[in-house]
């Protein structure tokens, strides 16, 4: 029998699956467009099926993206969570753990086609397997949506003839066994139960955790594309863990191409977040709406970058100034200065020294640099004091690293044409914080002694009191390495603490077990353990 059906918004096609789901033994379905709320509003009726569900759906997938499985999973991601996932979640986190449950125990069945191999699929059918072993088929404009059977206008026609029945199958099953149709990817069904646990939490409440690094799952990196890579992740976890131990004091050298802005907004971001002081953004003039662009698109990070006479946020919304100090009236915790800006106005330069930051980003970092390098042949006295040929972004940033915890520097040349670039930028960092090259009278302070032994130009030092000297100041911190967690416990020194003082600072007078510790860790401090390794970050 032949029945013609008609939903729209005031006759929804709310009740023709579950009547027909209902003890069903299987459900087989073509089904045009796939997005997250085709299992929103199919979950209920999914329930009932005795049997399997299996639905074969289209996607904009190339058939070389399906050899490649990582991108298909993307791709997938992106494409079923292309609706706002908050939605998804609050609309019943039980539905969802039904859901999760199904997928997992494979009840439920998804299948997606790339575009190429058919072209878009419109046609939508399905046939359905009842409780008494009868069939019956359906054809129409319906898509396996929220929208589609509640709210759009659809003709579906529904034949429950063999005929009819054998056809739909036949189509399906054309559809299912083809050999570019890929699973739904498992990325998909984690996100699902992902978001069945999803808990809304009072911002005051978390804030008091410090614990921020769970928001990254929420960003569209995530959300929307591949997420963090796992080099991006190592240095997200450096920096933050430092950050709340002592402040970071870190330049991130990677190369050109792997992601060093998301890396580094990640770090803003949770700073942010636990913390009432505002970030600065030192960039080269022709980044900053590059930057602020990135960091809505990539992570929906909220900032507003100066143009010389106003704030501009992401939106694009401009904040005209009020008062004399305008710069001083970010509308966002987060802002963009031009560092040429800084440069050439002293007063704008004055300005952002009166302010206390919990985190200073300084990209293009090798712009702060010496006008005039040494010879490689000059003298080691040559080396030491960068005051005299800093240029005016070093001068300013050797300041203002006195009025921040954290400071992040970013450059793919830390090196250019002499060793003392990296040292000058670790001797920036070191201010207000002994983390990085130790306090006063540390010889990691003296470029001309320190650079000789990392290049291999002169032989280590192999006495046990020369090399503790070099060790005790700064101690790594306790989670580079098991040894250093040790001294840090029998020295009772937190991690705030970056120099060993007191008797300890005299080898002999150490306890035996931390000389003999000592002393193997010591045979791997110019190769492993020293300032250079710890604070210049560097993948290729």
């Not at 699929?121 to 008494?132: P, Q, R």
Request: proline share 6%; net charge negative.
């Amino acid at each position: 029998m032949i029945r013609r059906h008609v939903f729209h918004r005031e006759k929804s096609g709310r009740l023709f699956l579950p009547e027909r789901l209902a003890g069903a033994k299987a459900y087989d379905r073509i089904a045009g467009y796939f997005d997250s709320s085709l299992l929103e509003f199919a979950g209920e009726a999914f329930e009932s099926v005795e049997g399997r569900v299996r639905i074969v759906c289209n996607s904009r997938l190339s058939p070389e993206d399906v050899l490649q499985a990582r991108q298909a999973e993307h791709e997938q991601k992106r494409l079923f969570f292309e609706n706002d996932p908050a939605e998804l979640s609050t609309r019943g986190r039980e539905r969802l753990l039904r859901l999760y449950s199904l997928l997992m125990d494979e009840l439920l069945e998804v299948r997606v086609l790339p575009d190429e191999s058919f072209g878009m699929i419109h046609g939508n059918a399905g046939v359905i397997t009842l409780a008494d072993d009868t069939r019956t088929s359906f054809l129409g404009s319906t898509n396996e949506t929220w929208a589609g059977w509640n709210l759009n206008y659809e003709l579906v026609w529904e034949d429950d003839s063999s005929e009819a029945c054998d056809w739909v199958q036949a189509e399906f099953d054309r559809l299912w066994q083809h050999p570019h149709a890929v699973p739904l990817a498992t990325a998909v069904i984690r996100e699902v139960e992902r978001l069945s646990d999803r808990v809304e939490v009072d911002l005051s409440a978390w804030k008091r955790t410090r614990a921020p690094q769970g928001l990254a799952v929420e960003a569209p990196v995530y959300r929307e594309q591949f997420g963090l890579w796992p080099h991006q992740r190592y240095f997200v976890q450096q920096a933050w863990q430092a950050h709340e131990a002592y402040g970071a004091r870190l330049v991130l050298a990677d190369q050109v191409g792997l992601g060093k802005t998301v890396q580094l907004a990640m770090v803003a971001q949770m700073a942010a977040l636990t913390s009432d002081r505002p970030i600065l953004a030192l960039l080269p003039k022709t980044l900053l709406e590059q930057w602020q662009i990135e960091l809505w698109d990539l992570m929906e990070i909220p900032c507003a970058r100066w143009d010389g006479k106003l704030w501009i946020d992401e939106l694009g919304v401009e904040h005209p100034p009020v008062g004399k100090s305008p710069i001083g009236q970010c509308p966002r915790r987060i802002g963009l200065v031009s560092q040429g800006l800084v440069t050439r106005n002293d007063t704008i330069a004055e300005h952002l020294l009166r302010r206390d930051w919990e985190v200073v980003i300084v990209d293009e970092a090798h712009r702060a640099r010496r006008r005039k390098l040494p010879k490689l042949t000059d003298p080691g006295k040559r080396l030491s004091n960068p005051d005299t040929e800093a240029n005016k972004l070093y001068a300013f940033l050797y300041k203002l690293a006195d009025k921040t915890r954290t400071m992040l520097l970013s450059t793919a040349t830390p090196v250019q044409l002499h060793p003392i670039e990296a040292w000058d930028l670790l001797r920036l960092l070191s201010q207000s914080n002994d983390h990085v090259l130790g306090s006063r009278g540390s010889h990691w302070r003296r470029p001309e002694k320190a650079l000789p032994y990392l290049q291999g130009a002169t032989e280590p030092p192999r006495e046990s009191d020369e090399l503790w000297d070099w060790l005790r100041n700064p101690l790594p911190p306790r989670w580079e390495e098991t040894n250093f967690a040790y001294f840090r416990a029998r020295l009772e020194m937190p991690d705030h603490q970056a120099v060993v003082t007191g008797d300890e600072r005299i080898f002999g007078n150490l306890p035996r077990d931390l000389q003999t510790r000592m002393k193997n860790t010591a045979d791997d401090l110019f190769d492993r353990h020293h300032p250079f390794l710890r604070h210049i970050i560097r993948r290729t």
